[in-house]
């Protein structure tokens, strides 16, 4: 298996993920806002929409992944994943500043952002 079929599969895995997590805000958000890492109640004013503008950006994040390993490439992709790393970084850092569970903040955000950033180097590669 070459390393370009692996790091292609891997953007894929990760693009389904993405748009998993969108699906899940849109259906299940106060489900999603837990496994976040920061709950959030849905029925409170104003909150509802912003699990919902989440939900449909993670969702269209996911799909560019797709978009971008067909019609532009694999190096397109890379800096696309290089750049858009930066949004589990943050999550990671917004559900520790949140007082929300360390483990979802390392386990689940952190670890995102090393994956794909092990995903740009091997699409690099």
């Known amino acids: ?5 692996f790091a292609s599969g891997l953007a894929i ?8 997590v969108g699906v ?3 259906f299940m958000p106060r489900a ?6 920061v709950p959030a109640d849905p029925g ?3 909150t ?8 449909v950006r993670d969702g269209i994040y996911g799909v560019l992944v797709f978009v971008l ?14 750049t858009a790393a930066v949004l589990p970084l943050a999550d990671t850092v ?25 995903d740009v180097a091997l699409l690099l590669a």
């Open 94 to 118: 917004i559900v520790l500043r949140n007082h929300g569970s360390r483990v979802t903040a390392f386990a689940v955000h952190f670890a995102t952002a090393m994956v794909m950033l092990l």
């Open 1 to 5: 298996m070459s390393v370009a079929f």
């Open 69 to 82: 390993l067909a019609a532009a490439g694999r190096t397109a992709l890379a800096w696309f994943m290089l």
């Open 48 to 55: 509802g929409a912003y699990l919902t503008i989440k939900g």
């Open 32 to 37: 999603a806002a837990a496994g976040y890492g």
């Open 44 to 46: 409170a004013p104003g």
């Open 24 to 26: 899940r805000f849109l």
């Open 13 to 20: 895995l990760i693009g389904v993920g993405i748009v998993a």
